[in-house]
T-cell receptor, first 113, second 114 residues
């Protein structure tokens, strides 16, 4: 079993839709949770960063962490064609782990006009 | 602020040849990482430097991969000899220090081993 599981998609939605992306994990030591966006032929770009459980909102993006269920989500409201990319979840145990990130496989998202 | 610079962008070699990748992190970033991203997978950490010292190289195939960061700034990752399964994107990332979780990635070097 992988430490971090993520549905690879692809996920295709119409413009304006609400998108839900999810990851599950098995390592209870993970405390820091991140979502990266990766456009084709580019490096990952940090989108959301959350410590421990709870919600965090930034514009059209909301990140949720449920440590009791070992489940994290990223919601994108009013999705735009420019949101078309691969979304990677990443996790770290924190300082003790030397901020070594464990990534999911990524979910490919396409937002259609 | 300039981002993480990597070169070359693409490299095609034959198996058993050697190859080297270069990375220049964001100015002032003490911690530098090399990740390997195979098509359809998430990035996997190969090696982490704090200044010019190695913090974690547990997943680096040391029989063929080597990396250095001699002056604590830019870094080179080398593969010798390359295998077909080394075909991947090699990403360099940096962060202010090792307790900072926010990594900044370069665009990567896409390696094809034929």
């Amino acid at each position: 079993q992988k430490e971090v599981e993520q549905d690879p998609g692809p996920l295709s939605v119409p413009e304006g839709a609400i998108v839900s992306l999810n990851c599950t994990y098995s390592n209870s030591a993970f405390q820091y949770f991140m979502w990266y966006r990766q456009y084709s032929r580019k490096g990952p770009e940090l989108l959301m960063y959350t410590y421990s459980s709870g919600n965090k909102e930034d514009g059209r993006f909301t990140a949720q962490v449920d440590k009791s269920s070992k489940y994290i989500s990223l919601f994108i409201r009013d999705s735009q064609p420019s949101d078309s990319a691969t979304y990677l979840c990443a996790m770290s145990a924190g300082t003790g782990g030397g901020n070594k990130l464990t990534f999911g496989t990524g979910t490919q998202l396409k937002v259609e006009l | 602020e300039a981002g993480v610079a990597q070169s070359p962008r693409y490299k095609i070699i034959e198996k058993r040849q050697s190859v080297a990748f270069w990375c220049n992190p964001i100015s002032g970033h003490a911690t530098l990482y090399w990740y390997q991203q195979i098509l359809g997978q998430g990035p996997k950490l190969l090696i982490q430097f704090q200044n010019n010292g190695v913090v974690d190289d547990s997943q680096l195939p040391k029989d063929r991969f080597s990396a250095e960061r001699l002056k604590g700034v830019d870094s080179t990752l080398k593969i010798q000899p390359a295998k077909l399964e080394d075909s991947a994107v090699y990403l360099c990332a940096s962060t202010l220090d090792r307790i900072n979780e926010k990594l900044f990635f370069g665009s990567g070097t896409q390696l094809s081993v034929l």
